[in-house]
């Protein structure tokens, strides 16, 4: 008796310890537990700005060469002088003419082998480079200039770039423009499931090329005797932005 009566004993403790552990290891009540992530939804829309362009920039070069480094370098600061006044006396301010480059090369000759026997190279000559970048702030003066630059001695040159001289308020545009059509896509994928936009969760944004597309680009011919101003067509500067924005989703 004496031993049955300790069994029951030590069974009654075994099993309060037990029912001790199912309850501090019972799952939390459904209202602890977190709520589970809400949806999201992610968009992205393109903004396009466009502009007449009313700057130019351009590159004006002078190239002369001479037996002389010297000689080519007299030259060359003549014809180049006479070019930054013209450009002053045509209205392009102080601040909108920069020397873009300024190079002085030798020109070598190297004779045609004979007899197995090749003469070593000799410098004939030296070229000298000076480049002058303008910008063209008054569009209709454009063809006069390019027209009067030839004809004091610019002989190289091109690449004139029609561009805007305010252009943040033509991206603030585009940008605007961007987040309108990336909601719009959002507000019609919602309402076709039957949910609605919640928070803004995340937004960003990215343009085409250094400048917002690249404003449209004409080739200069630069010919030694120009008879009339010089034609020009300016066309239309685009800017591009294209902006990504998510979404909560309200369910």
């Not at 010297?70 to 045509?90: C, G, T």
């Not at 480049?131 to 003066?141: M, Y």
């Not at 059509?181 to 995340?202: F, P, Y």
Request: zero cysteines; charged letters at 20%; a negative charge.
């Amino acid at each position: 008796m004496h031993t049955s009566a300790f069994i029951s004993r030590a069974a009654l403790v075994a099993g309060a310890f037990a029912a001790f552990l199912v309850s501090t290891q019972a799952p939390a009540r459904a209202e602890d537990a977190k709520p589970p992530m809400p949806g999201v939804i992610s968009t992205s829309g393109e903004g396009v700005a466009l502009a007449a362009p009313d700057m130019a920039v351009i590159s004006l070069t002078v190239l002369r060469e001479a037996e002389t480094a010297r000689q080519a370098l007299n030259a060359n600061n003549a014809a180049m002088a006479q070019v930054l006044e013209a450009m002053k006396a045509e209205g392009v301010a102080e601040r909108d003419l920069q020397t873009g480059g300024f190079s002085i090369q030798p020109r070598w000759v190297y004779p045609e082998a004979k007899d197995n026997h090749r003469e070593p190279p000799s410098i004939v000559g030296y070229t000298v480079n000076n480049t002058l970048t303008l910008r063209i702030r008054d569009l209709a003066k454009l063809g006069s200039i390019l027209d009067t630059s030839v004809s004091l001695g610019v002989n190289q040159g091109g690449n004139i770039l029609f561009t805007n001289d305010d252009q943040d308020s033509l991206r603030d545009a585009a940008r605007v423009d961007a987040i309108a059509k990336a909601k719009a896509k959002a507000e019609q994928m919602t309402e076709a499931l039957g949910v609605s936009l919640g928070r803004i969760t995340q937004i960003s944004e990215s343009s085409h090329g250094g400048a917002p597309m690249p404003m449209m680009r004409a080739e200069m011919a630069m010919a030694a005797k120009v008879a009339d101003e010089v034609p020009v067509a300016a066309g239309e500067s685009e800017y591009r932005i294209t902006v990504n924005v998510t979404w909560e989703i309200d369910q």
